[in-house]
């Protein structure tokens, strides 16, 4: 963490203490104005290796949120609950939703592990509720053991396909359409009781499925079966076929939305996400979930961060222009990408991947993983200006050899 070395040892604990015996007189610490105005430690000057790999967004978080979470740093002593109520409370309104119908996690991540948890697993699983202790607030508590499997498209954010395999579920994966969209209808008939899951804008392939064909599925999955959509990029699509499915959760009450704060938020190592759901499915999840499980620094940046009127419009706006520059470039070049509704491309590299991803980490440039059902697609992520510039250096390079 090399900015953070401009606050003392000896500073950090002064802080801590003052905040150990006065949560009112919060000291404020005098950020190194550098840091204010180029708020991300950036991960390519942190190492030499250019980093696009992970579709992080390289403007980092909004100054509110860093400023919120100096702020909280005296906080740091005490539970989340107080702030965690608050990030509730503003989310719910920004969606229109009740608080009954949103829990947060340690990221989105955490999310998709507890819908696998919650509702997938073998079929033999026995559907008889169980008590558990009662948590430090809210209702008591049942759990009734995940049965069913996963569906979900190839390739796709695999994450959850692990945690329902980790859960003993059958896992059944259906090939995106020419499209590059789910491919809803075989989906559908491959569902059982268990859970689907549609990653919209899908990762890797930065693509959608369109708005109709979306509600059109939604009304029809059986009310028994889960549908998670998940929007961790929803902030980047602008396609007239894109929507967001938020509003449809109050006529589905088998429909959850996962929301992340990682990508245009720019919060990805403070981890902080949630989703909405009807309460019933909300309270099927609760036995799932870690207790407190995002901190106050996640907390306190995401709250400030939704009070940002431009931390949204310009991180799209960045992604877009730059994302159009690269994608003349390598168009130019004589490569294509699936048309990307997202902060990342996928390019047609037209022969095996796995080498050229070696020779561009060779190069200094990390770009994403090889997808066994893209095998010559390469994933990169839209990084700042000169980190493309690097991308495309590298990128000349490897296609040249
Ligand atoms: C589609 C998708 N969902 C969820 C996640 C997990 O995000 P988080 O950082 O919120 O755990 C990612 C991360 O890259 C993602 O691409």
């Known amino acids: 963490m090399p900015k953070f070395t401009s606050i003392s040892r000896r500073r950090f604990a002064q ?19 550098e ?25 980092g978080p909004s100054p509110l949120a860093l400023k919120a979470m100096t702020d909280a740093f005296s906080l740091a002593w005490r539970y989340p609950d107080e702030h965690a109520d608050t990030l509730i409370d503003t989310l719910a309104r920004i969606n229109g939703v009740s608080r009954e119908q949103i829990v947060l996690g340690d990221g989105s991540g955490e999310i998709l592990k507890v819908c696998a948890s919650a509702f997938t697993g073998p079929m033999t699983n026995d559907s008889k509720p169980i008590e558990l202790a009662k948590p430090t607030r809210g209702p008591a508590l049942q759990f009734v053991p995940g049965r069913g499997k996963l569906v979900a498209a190839d390739p796709t954010f695999e994450a959850i396909l692990n945690h329902a395999r980790v859960n003993r579920a059958e896992v059944v994966k259906v090939p995106l359409n020419k499209t590059y969209a789910h491919d809803l209808p075989q989906m559908l008939a491959a569902a059982n009781e268990g859970l689907i899951y549609i990653c919209n804008p ?7 499925t369109p708005k109709d064909q979306l509600r059109d599925f939604i009304n029809k999955v059986p009310r028994q079966t889960i549908i998670l959509v998940d929007e961790a990029y929803f902030h980047y699509a602008d396609s007239p076929h894109y929507e967001s499915v938020i509003p449809l959760v109050k006529d589905h009450s088998n429909m959850i939305v996962a929301r992340t704060f990682s990508k245009v938020y720019g919060m990805a190592g403070l981890r902080c996400g949630y989703c909405i759901a009807q309460p019933e499915t ?43 520059f690269v994608s003349n470039q390598i168009k130019q070049l004589g490569y294509e990408h699936i048309p990307s509704q997202a902060n990342f491309i996928m390019i047609d590299m037209k022969r095996p991947v796995r080498p050229l991803i ?29 980190e493309m510039e690097a991308f495309l250096g590298a990128f000349r390079q490897t296609i040249s050899t």
């Open 15 to 33: 802080l801590a203490g003052v905040g150990a015996v006065s949560a009112i007189a919060r000291p404020s610490i005098a950020w190194p104005s």
């Open 35 to 59: 840091i204010i105005a180029r708020p991300v430690a950036s991960p390519a000057a942190a190492s030499a290796i250019v980093r696009l790999n992970s579709n992080e967004n390289p403007y």
């Open 202 to 208: 899908n990762n890797p392939t930065a693509s959608i």
């Open 282 to 324: 909300i309270r099927r999840m609760r036995p799932h979930l870690t207790w407190d499980s995002v901190n106050i620094m996640a907390l306190a940046a995401a709250i400030a961060s939704l009070n940002d009127p431009d931390q949204v419009p310009n991180g799209r706006r960045m992604n877009n222009q730059t994302k159009q």
């Open 358 to 386: 070696d020779a561009m980490n060779r190069s200094g440039v990390s770009v994403g993983r090889a997808f066994p059902a893209l095998p010559n697609h390469m994933r990169v992520t839209i990084g700042k200006q000169n």
